[in-house]
């Protein structure tokens, strides 16, 4: 053994010892009992299930039954706290649930609570979910992310669908055949089908008593080709097709209505009379002219408008003499009339100024009586006064364009009529 090697003695030695070892042992295949087993090639109580459960995406496992990670909700659809059961779930960070729903829910902001472990609120892309997305018989996956459940994947959000072109698809069943139309079939359905009715009869005449029916128009019979439809329902030959001409009036009777009579030749000049007859009328003058010049010696024509109103000023104004004139201060109140308020504070002025082409208005003090005629005389500087005065007892109303308030107006005299 010195050179770390067996000789002959030492190896005589080692097989002593090992026939030794195996004495009295089986000399044939054979089990034994696991640790915890009590039976020959049992499983060992250690391999059953774990000496600590875990928790496997919030359901916790020991290896005695199998994980489930799922559970239905029945909550009612108004109901915003949805309740789902879950054996073993646990509300951990990572914690996945799949959820199916029987009932659409129509409640806003709706939370989750599995196993009573607490209501989270239920979220879609990191927001609230919609309320509708909880619909009855979907199936959906949600995770925990510590403060909330996160719907897992995506929904089909779009509710704008285009409608489909192909054949069938137009709101118009395919199918049909030459000669047939759309009939109902059921609510909001249409079927190709056979026009049943094509047998139409002639319309339904009229009575003194009766309001006839719509129809076919009758067939006219052979030589009725000038004749018309009666509402009788018969082809007839209107009761009067000749008519004569009006009948005169007289100093006693009145006329009939009818053709006018016709004019013999040269009458074009003349007019028909009630009597029936073309006359030339008894009243021969013509037209004046129009001249608008007051100083025209003319005896055949006539004033215009215009003169006639200033011959009228001149008649209004023929006893008419000077007076003093009068001041408006610069600081006197001049108030605006518009549509809204001239009905109450000047309704007189709207049909002489109906666009109130003058609307300010203030009254000054001057010795008058009520029916007297005043006419201001303005300097030539004086702009904006309008030609209309309202004149009442020992008051004068002037009526401008403008606010004329700062600026102080004279009337150096007055025509008094």
Not at 178 to 196: F, K, V
Not at 201 to 210: C, D
Not at 244 to 262: D, E
Not at 310 to 339: C, H, Y
Request: aromatic share 8%; with cysteine.
């Amino acid at each position: 053994m010195a050179n770390n090697y067996l000789d002959k003695t030492g190896l005589t030695h080692l097989q002593e010892k090992i026939k030794a070892a195996l004495a009295g042992k089986a000399n044939t295949n054979h089990t034994h009992n696991y640790a915890g087993s009590s039976s020959a090639g049992g499983s060992a109580t250690s391999a059953v299930k774990l000496q600590s459960a875990r928790t496997v995406d919030g359901v916790d496992f020991d290896g005695s039954a199998a994980i489930m990670h799922y559970g239905t909700c029945s909550t009612a659809a108004a109901t915003a706290a949805k309740v789902v059961a879950c054996t073993g779930f646990k509300l951990v960070t990572g914690a996945r649930i799949i959820v199916k729903f029987a009932v659409t829910n129509t409640a806003d902001n709706p939370t989750l609570n599995v196993n009573s472990s607490g209501a989270k609120a239920i979220q879609y892309r990191g927001a609230a979910i919609n309320a509708g997305y909880l619909a009855a018989n979907r199936t959906l996956e949600f995770v925990y992310d510590g403060s909330a459940y996160q719907l897992i994947g995506d929904l089909d959000t779009n509710t704008v669908y285009t409608h489909p072109t192909s054949a069938g698809n137009k709101h118009i069943p395919a199918g049909g055949a030459a000669g047939q139309i759309l009939r109902w079939s059921a609510d909001g359905t249409a079927m190709w089908g056979a026009d049943n009715n094509t047998t139409y009869t002639a319309f339904k005449a009229a009575t003194a008593s009766a309001a006839g029916g719509a129809g076919l128009v009758p067939a006219p019979a052979a030589g009725k080709q000038g004749q018309y439809l009666r509402g009788d329902g018969t082809w007839s030959t209107p009761a009067n097709t000749t008519y004569s001409n009006m009948t005169a009036a007289t100093a006693s009777a009145a006329g009939k209505a009818g053709l006018v009579p016709a004019p013999t030749a040269g009458a074009q000049v003349k007019y028909l009379r009630g009597d029936g007859t073309w006359q030339t009328p008894p009243y021969t003058n013509t037209w004046r002219g129009i001249v608008n010049n007051l100083t025209s010696d003319s005896t055949t024509d006539s004033l215009s408008a215009a003169q006639g109103k200033e011959l009228k000023r001149l008649i209004d104004n023929a006893g008419s003499k000077l007076v003093d004139g009068f001041t408006i201060a610069a600081t006197a109140t001049w108030t605006q009339l518009t549509a809204d308020n001239i009905a109450s504070l000047d309704p007189d002025y709207k049909t002489v100024d109906p666009a109130l082409s003058y609307p300010w208005f203030t009254d000054v003090a001057y010795t008058c009586a009520a029916d007297d005629i005043i006419e201001p005389m303005w300097p030539a500087n004086v702009e904006g006064i309008g030609p209309y005065i309202k004149v009442t007892a020992n008051k004068l109303r002037i009526y401008a364009d403008s606010n004329k308030n700062g600026t102080a107006l004279t009337a150096f005299k007055c025509k008094k009529g």
